[in-house]
């Protein structure tokens, strides 16, 4: 398997971004909710980045469970923040939907699909 020069630096963010999230629960600053949140959102990012570049066919489910868990972590963590998280979540799960029924234009579709219809 001949891994382009892209993935090798998205293996490189996801471990710098994991590494990143995990640095409040080892004591290297405050654990408080918004650490909490940002270690979770960082975590989401580290992960997400790699998996779309390795597997372009989850890029619709990656858009899907990002959007329900930004609007999770806003809710449950970010009390005064909690309504702009949960309305950038919901317009992701919104277009991950409309994505997978195909309803977006094709300028957008080009994201998810080699030969949009």
Do not use: C, H
């Amino acid at each position: 398997m001949i891994i382009s020069r892209i993935q090798q630096f998205s293996v490189i963010f996801a471990f710098i971004m994991i590494s990143w999230a995990m640095l409040p629960f080892f004591g290297y600053g405050a654990l408080d909710n918004v650490s909490i949140a940002t270690s979770l959102v960082l975590m989401l990012i580290g992960i997400a980045y790699p998996l779309s570049l390795f597997k372009p066919q989850w890029n619709k489910a990656l858009l899907l469970a990002e959007g329900i868990i930004f609007a999770v972590v806003g809710l449950i963590f970010l009390k005064p923040y909690d309504i702009l998280f949960l309305i950038i979540g919901l317009g992701l799960v919104i277009l991950a939907i409309l994505a997978y029924m195909r309803k977006l234009p094709n300028g957008l579709l080009k994201f998810f699909y080699k030969s949009p219809k």
